[in-house]
């Protein structure tokens, strides 16, 4: 099932924090964070078509962006440029896999410590590489 376009937290399947984009400032490293209620945890998604994605964070407007052609450990920043990304359903309804439109990586959280930096990993089919998409209400 896809995606629709929406106001979403973006939540980490494994460890259950939620993806947070700390401040403004361009290159920062989007993290896991224990759901405090900042703006910084809200996303919006917007579907561009055959499963890719942007992703702009709602309390600091930059996007949710990588190096080009990412490789296993790249970090998952903040930037002023769009990114585009593909999510598509993993193995469980309502689980998803996140990864660069140019490269077979996937968003990752290596443990559930607060302010772990998302990375990314080869790994499609481990829980902490599969994200809960959590509507705004």
Not at 2 to 12: E, F, P
Not at 66 to 73: G, Y
């Amino acid at each position: 099932m896809s995606l629709d376009t929406g106001r979403y937290k973006i939540v980490n399947v494994k460890w259950l924090n939620v993806a947070l984009l700390p401040d403004p400032n361009s290159e920062s490293a989007v993290v896991g964070s224990h759901d405090a209620g900042d703006s910084g945890e809200w996303w919006n998604v917007n579907k561009l078509g055959n499963d890719k994605y942007t992703i702009r964070n709602l309390g600091h407007s930059n996007y949710a962006t990588i190096a080009a052609r990412a490789t296993k450990e790249d970090s998952v920043v903040g930037g002023s440029r769009e990114k585009q990304w593909v999510i598509r359903e993993a193995r469980v309804r309502g689980q998803y896999n996140i990864s660069p439109s140019d490269s077979d990586v996937f968003w990752f959280l290596e443990d559930g410590e607060s302010m772990t930096p998302v990375t990314v990993t080869v790994t499609p089919n481990n829980p902490k590489s599969q994200w809960k998409f959590v509507k705004n209400a």
